[in-house]
C-alpha cells in the first residue's frame, strides 16, 4: 500500500501563499502523475496541478494559472504546491493523489492523502 501525507495547510489572509507538502510512503511505487486536488463545501473535488514523474509537464486548472506552482522530489518522493496570491475562493481542502497513468482524471488516480486544509480569510 502506498501512504500519501499532506502537511501545510492553514489560515492565511488573501494575498498570502502557502506551500503544501504531500510526502509518500509505502511500498515501491512510481507513479506517473502526481496531482493536488480540491474540494470546496458542496462542491466536487477538482484538480488544481498535475506533474509528471520527470516533471517536465504540468497541468493547471485555469483559476490558479499564475498563482500556484506544482513541484516534485523523486529523492524525497514529495510532491509541493506553491501557492501565491490566495483568493477566498481558494478555500477548500486540498488532496494530493498519485496516478500509475499520465492523466489529470480524478477517477484514474490509485491513491489519495487525507487531504489538508486551506482557509483563506479577507
Known amino acids: 500500500q502506498v501512504q500519501l501525507v499532506e502537511s501545510g495547510g492553514g489560515l492565511v489572509q488573501a494575498g498570502g501563499s502557502l506551500r503544501l507538502s504531500c510526502a509518500a510512503s509505502?511500498?515501491?511505487?512510481?507513479?506517473?502523475?502526481m496531482g493536488w486536488f480540491r474540494q470546496a463545501p458542496g462542491k466536487e473535488r477538482v484538480i488544481v496541478a498535475g506533474i509528471s514523474w520527470s516533471g517536465s509537464s504540468t497541468y493547471y486548472e485555469d483559476s490558479v494559472k499564475g498563482r500556484f506552482t506544482i513541484s516534485r522530489d523523486n529523492v524525497k518522493n514529495t510532491v509541493y504546491l506553491q501557492m501565491n496570491s490566495l483568493k477566498l475562493e481558494d478555500t477548500a481542502v486540498y488532496f494530493c493523489?498519485?496516478?500509475?497513468?499520465?492523466?489529470?482524471?480524478?477517477?484514474?488516480?490509485?491513491?489519495w492523502g487525507q487531504g489538508t486544509q486551506v482557509t483563506v480569510s479577507s
Open positions: 493523489a498519485a496516478s500509475k497513468e499520465y492523466t489529470i482524471a480524478a477517477a484514474l488516480f490509485d491513491y
Open positions: 509505502g511500498r515501491t511505487f512510481t507513479p506517473v502523475t
